[in-house]
């Protein structure tokens, strides 16, 4: 993992170094290392610490290489494998550790917390640390699952370790989530279709019912016309009716009259035929 945040030249000189073992520390602990480097133009001494949770580091030579120079890069990686278990090497005194401030209280008399992770901090576990960051680094390009912590004790390097497990965890858990809303959204889209499908397919319907109200409408108005005129018709026939009916019923009353007049008319003619007729001669 140095290599991922170390000039590439920087590296590949430092890792000649290495190699050549150039590289003598002369003391180390949790929090500083005080080394030499045999360079090709002399011995440059390195002083590198560990500060407030970054690391500094300080060199004898004049290389602009950022974020460090060739020989802190190559302490890091001797101190690299100096660290590992099957090292016996014997360093020098641990310093007093950094003491944290007095925990205050508060007014009701329960004492508050107060927590320092960078009291915490190791070289050796911020080594162990970059060495896991490389693979999960490439497990995170990969959309891998995270490979498994190192065997560290509780500290801020595996609290820091844990929280890039939880961070990747919730972020796989987000894209699950993300997933089905996609998939719920694609359906939303999907029946979102088929509802405006229906809607154009209802609105023609509602046009041609229309349409075809309109003409049912018409003819109604049609038939109502017609109607009207029948009405008037009946009308106009039953007065006429009424009126036959008048000239009917005067037509029978003067043919009752006629018929009597008939009557006496034959009458008078047989009373004149009778005596007309001359009685015979004896």
Not at 123 to 147: D, G, T
Not at 178 to 184: D, G, K, P, R
Not at 229 to 247: K, N, P, Y
Request: proline content about 7%; aromatic content about 4%.
């Amino acid at each position: 993992m140095i290599q991922a945040v170390t000039d590439p030249s920087a590296f590949q000189i430092a890792h000649q170094y290495l190699t050549a073992n150039r590289v003598r520390i002369a003391e180390a602990d949790e929090a500083q290392i005080l080394s030499a480097v045999v360079g090709n133009s002399g011995l440059y001494e390195q002083d590198i610490r560990l500060k407030d949770g970054k690391l500094v580091s300080k060199c004898s030579c004049t290389f602009p290489e950022e974020p460090m120079c060739r020989h802190c890069i190559a302490v890091l990686l001797e101190y690299q494998r100096w660290a590992q278990p099957e090292q016996t090497r014997t360093p020098r005194p641990a310093k007093e550790p950094i003491m944290a401030p007095p925990i205050p209280t508060s007014e009701n008399g329960n004492r508050a917390t107060l927590t320092s992770l960078t009291s915490d901090l190791k070289l050796s576990e911020i080594m162990v640390f970059l060495e896991w960051l490389q693979p999960a680094a490439k497990a995170l390009e990969k959309q891998e699952p995270l490979p498994e912590p190192p065997p560290l004790d509780p500290g801020a390097v595996l609290t820091w370790i844990h929280t890039i497990r939880n961070l990747e965890d919730r972020r796989r858990e987000s894209e699950e989530v993300m997933t089905s809303l996609e998939s719920q959204l694609k359906d939303r889209d999907t029946d979102v279709g088929h509802l405006t499908q229906q809607l154009q397919f209802s609105q023609r319907e509602s046009t041609t019912a229309k349409t075809t109200a309109q003409e049912l409408q018409r003819e109604v108005a049609s038939y109502k016309e017609m109607l009207a005129r029948v009405s008037e018709l009946t009308a106009e026939v039953v007065r006429h009716a009424g009126q036959m009916r008048a000239v009917t019923g005067d037509m029978l009353q003067k043919s009752s009259k006629l018929d009597k007049l008939v009557s006496s008319f034959k009458d008078v003619a047989e009373a004149l035929q009778s005596a007309v007729t001359l009685p015979p001669h004896p």
